[in-house]
């Protein structure tokens, strides 16, 4: 779904919409179908059509710029690095480490957690005195948004491209 302007409604997630929401959108009128989906088409008794790929809302909606602690969101800010080892991760090898740990008094929050692969985090465990090479931070939207865009996306569909780069 794309905003009036022609940008992702959301990037933190990417405004995806089931094909359900997508059809509403596209029976109510408020959003424009870009692309098809060219061999999925939904039926009911009176009436079928294709799935939209692509729509582009009719009118603009304001984007949430407040960012939300999430363990993906700090995996982003940290750029799926190890904040000890420096060594890349992926979504399924990363884990969420507290800096001070939560034993002793630590708080989950951006400032207290940061990327880290789970070597390194067993053998941090509960050592307070360990800590990682940059200080943890609470990321602007903005920051979030300009790493993301960044990264490679999985297209769901080949029209993404148009949109996404």
Same mark, same amino acid.
């Given at each position: 779904?794309?905003?009036?302007?022609? /940008?992702?409604?959301? #990037?933190?997630? $990417?405004?995806?919409?089931? !094909?359900?929401?997508?059809?509403?959108?596209?029976? $109510?009128?408020?959003?424009?179908?870009?692309?098809?989906?060219?061999? !999925?088409? @939904?039926?009911? +008794? &009176? !009436?079928?059509?294709?799935?939209? /790929?692509?729509?582009?809302?009719?009118?603009? +909606?304001?984007?949430?710029?407040?960012? &939300?602690?999430?363990?993906? *969101?700090?995996?982003?800010?940290?750029?799926? %690095?190890? +904040?000890?080892?420096?060594?890349?991760?992926?979504?399924?090898?990363?884990? $969420?480490?507290?800096?001070?740990?939560?034993?002793?008094?630590?708080?989950?929050?951006?400032?207290?957690?940061?990327?880290?692969?789970?070597?390194?985090? /067993?053998?941090?465990?509960? *050592?307070?005195?360990? %800590?990682?090479?940059?200080?943890?931070?609470?990321?602007?939207?903005?920051? $979030? @948004?300009?790493? &993301? &865009?960044?990264?490679? #996306?999985?297209? +769901?569909?080949?029209? !993404? @491209? *148009?949109?996404?780069?």
């Amino acid at each position: 779904m794309l905003n009036a302007d022609g /940008a992702p409604a959301s #990037w933190l997630p $990417l405004s995806i919409i089931s !094909w359900k929401d997508a059809i509403g959108y596209m029976t $109510l009128e408020k959003a424009t179908v870009l692309e098809w989906h060219d061999d !999925w088409i @939904v039926r009911s +008794q &009176r !009436w079928s059509t294709r799935v939209p /790929a692509v729509m582009i809302l009719n009118e603009y +909606q304001k984007r949430k710029t407040s960012v &939300r602690f999430a363990k993906h *969101n700090v995996f982003l800010r940290d750029g799926y %690095v190890c +904040q000890y080892c420096s060594e890349s991760v992926t979504k399924g090898s990363a884990t $969420l480490d507290h800096v001070l740990p939560v034993s002793h008094g630590g708080k989950t929050t951006f400032e207290n957690t940061v990327t880290a692969c789970s070597k390194c985090n /067993a053998l941090k465990g509960n *050592n307070k005195k360990i %800590v990682p090479k940059i200080k943890p931070h609470k990321p602007s939207y903005f920051e $979030l @948004v300009d790493k &993301r &865009r960044k990264m490679k #996306w999985d297209y +769901q569909h080949p029209s !993404w @491209v *148009n949109y996404l780069e």
